[in-house]
């Protein structure tokens, strides 16, 4: 015997049978936490480059030579905010030799007759290597730039143009001879 189906009946059996069905069948299970601590690190970093890496020069006995070619030097930092200025500083390992020839005694070209400019920079004018610097020899250095550092500039880069020539004017008896010597370059971050 086939019994009738009525919609109401099989709702109803649906229902008690949802009823009778345990509730953690349907709650969710959740695992317990677990941390990890992240650490992130962006170093400070202060470069400079220069080219080109020499520079010559034709002397004249009693008279100012300009170099072949002007220094183009690009500083670059990424700096920390208790940072407030970059300088650059272009310096000689002695006042008294900045170039020297392979004589014996050796003749002495000093940094006082040896001359730089930056136009963008501290010394717009030719101005002799006589400072005493933050970096190098006393009496041998010269400031080429002072850079203020602020929110917008933290990593910043910039390019400057360093003029050099040699004056032999208060000179004049130095004999004929080649001269070499080594101009060092370097920035600091206050």
């Known amino acids: 015997m086939k019994l009738p189906v009525n ?14 069905i345990s509730p953690n069948a349907f709650a969710q299970l959740n695992s317990s936490s677990a941390s990890v601590a992240l650490t992130a690190t962006l170093a400070e970093s202060l470069t400079i480059s220069a080219t080109p890496a020499t520079v010559t020069f034709t002397l004249v006995s009693g008279a100012a030579a300009t170099g072949s ?5 690009t500083t670059n930092w990424l700096l920390k905010p208790t940072r407030a200025t970059v300088v ?5 390992a002695s006042a ?7 004589s014996s005694p050796a003749n002495n070209i ?27 020899a006393a009496g041998a250095g010269l400031a ?18 360093l003029n050099l020539k040699i004056d032999l004017t208060n000179h004049p008896q130095l ?10 370059l370097q920035a600091q971050a206050l």
């Open 69 to 73: 070619a002007p220094v183009v030097i």
């Open 96 to 102: 008294t030799a900045a170039l020297t020839d392979a």
């Open 110 to 136: 000093p940094s006082s007759e040896v001359f730089g400019q930056v136009t963008t920079g501290t010394p717009t004018t030719f101005t002799a290597f006589t400072q005493t610097a933050a970096l190098g």
């Open 88 to 92: 650059l500083d272009g310096y000689f």
């Open 175 to 184: 004999p004929a001879g080649s001269y070499s010597g080594t101009l060092t």
């Open 7 to 20: 919609r109401q009946s099989i709702f109803a059996g649906l229902i008690v049978l949802a009823c009778s």
């Open 144 to 161: 080429l730039l002072s850079q203020s550092v602020t929110s917008a500039n933290r990593n910043s880069t910039r390019t400057d143009n």
